[in-house]
């Protein structure tokens, strides 16, 4: 049972617009959330990160909302650059358990020229 | 600095073979993670140390897989005998006492 999930296998947007990647959890547990990016032949890399007691953290053209109600995170890029188009991870981590992270299966953005 | 490195980047190898994996963490970071990713079920964690000692090793598929972290600088996971349907990009990850994880380039593992 997905724990993680990130049902859009891929997303295709236009360069300078803006990015939309959106991930769902059903483990409440959960109250600390990544967000991790990896280009082919190379290991993820993380990009940012949201504690449960925030609901927005941003950092230069990278956000990432969180709504705890509706389980749900997402993460903006705006504008959005060619050198952008990877596969991007959401992992989740209960820090009243383990160090377990638990990732989504990646959406595969492509930000087209 | 040094990322986490891993070796070797590629290997192919015949079912049945011993196959093993080496990961050398970022130099300070107290824990270390193996992870598996395949198609069918993405991203997934095999077992994770904490100074040196196997902490969860709940996603180890079977006895066939070990893993080893004989000191703070070294850690290998092994596959005896290999089958086919071990294929797959092995990463090594690391990170001090933080939920962030530094992950290497990983070994893509092929066995036919």
């Known amino acids: 049972d997905q724990q993680v999930k990130q049902n859009s296998p891929s997303l295709s947007v236009q360069e300078g617009r803006i990015s939309i990647l959106n991930c769902d959890y059903t483990?409440?547990?959960?109250?600390?959330f990544l967000w991790y990016k990896k280009y082919p032949a190379e290991g993820p890399t993380f990009l940012i990160s949201i504690s449960s007691i925030k609901d927005k953290n941003e950092d230069g053209r990278f956000t990432v909302f969180l709504n705890k109600s509706a389980k749900h995170l997402s993460l903006h890029i705006v504008p959005s650059q060619p050198g952008d188009s990877a596969v991007y991870f959401c992992?989740?981590?209960?820090?009243?358990?383990?160090?377990?992270?638990?990732f989504g299966k990646g959406t595969k953005l492509t930000v087209n020229p | 600095d040094a990322g986490v490195i891993q070796s070797p980047r590629h290997e192919v190898t015949e079912m049945g073979q011993e196959v093993t994996l080496r990961c050398k963490p970022i130099?300070?970071?107290?824990?270390l993670f193996w992870y598996r990713q395949t198609m069918m079920r993405g991203l997934e964690l095999l077992i994770y140390f904490n100074n040196n000692v196997p902490i969860d090793d709940s996603g180890m598929p079977e006895d066939r897989f070990s893993a080893k972290m004989p000191n703070a600088s070294f850690s290998t996971l092994k596959i005896q005998p290999s089958e086919p349907r071990d294929s797959a990009v092995y990463f090594c990850a690391s990170s001090l006492f933080s939920y962030e994880q530094y992950f290497g380039p990983g070994t893509r593992l092929t066995v036919t």
């Open positions: 992992a989740a981590i209960s820090s009243s358990g383990s160090e377990k992270l638990v």
């Open positions: 483990n409440s547990m959960f109250d600390y």
């Open positions: 130099s300070g970071h107290n824990s």
